[in-house]
């Protein structure tokens, strides 16, 4: 079975990153720190940091690297424990694995989770993990679409389908 790719087009991204800003700024809970969750949420958290003038930080989860993203959510887990407000964004809540690791790491090393919140542009509503800011909700029982997100798509149409193919839970 092939995947179904879908190339969000530019114009959308910039609207739907617009919008979580807008809710955000709307909000009477405003974040210190915009925090990227790499790979997928670092270009939306670089754009939403400078539609809210923020300082941006970033987390490299995607990377695989033993300890190293660990490390650095020990360090932003200090800074909600001292009274900073996080802002942490992704591309796409799919189906929580990220969020809720990152959650976990955060209160394993001591973080003050009212100081947490949580953006995506994309937000599955079969999702294990809830955010607190999103731009669009899918419903992953009637979406099978594979999301190729503005920056993915410099990538070749091969890379992107294998990398859909290698979660075929999410296509099913």
């Known amino acids: 079975m092939s995947p179904d790719l879908y190339y969000i087009p530019y114009d959308t991204f910039l609207a739907d990153v617009r ?24 270009v939306p958290a670089v754009f939403i ?27 932003v887990a200090r800074k909600s424990a001292g009274g900073e407000r996080l802002l942490f964004v992704d591309d796409i809540n799919d189906t929580g694995g990220t969020i809720d690791h990152i959650r976990k790491a955060l209160t394993d090393a001591g973080c003050d989770s009212g100081n947490l919140r949580f953006a995506v542009v994309m937000d599955n ?11 669009q909700t899918i419903d992953r029982n009637s979406d099978k679409r594979w999301f190729v997100f503005p920056w993915e798509a410099v990538g070749t149409a091969a890379t992107i389908t294998q990398e859909a193919l290698s979660v075929p839970e999410r296509l099913a």
């Not at 919008?19 to 670092?42: K, T």
């Not at 509503?125 to 731009?135: E, G, L, N, P």
Request: hydrophobic letters at 45%; glycine letters at 10%; a neutral charge.
């Open 49 to 75: 940091s400078h539609q809210l003038n923020l300082p941006m930080l970033s987390i490299d989860h995607s990377s695989k690297v033993a300890d190293f993203a660990d490390e650095l959510l020990g360090k």
């Open 125 to 135: 509503v079969r999702s294990k993990a809830r955010v607190d800011y999103r731009a």
């Open 19 to 42: 919008a979580v800003a807008a809710s955000v700024a709307q909000g009477d809970w405003q974040p210190e720190f915009v925090i990227g969750i790499g790979r997928g949420g670092l």
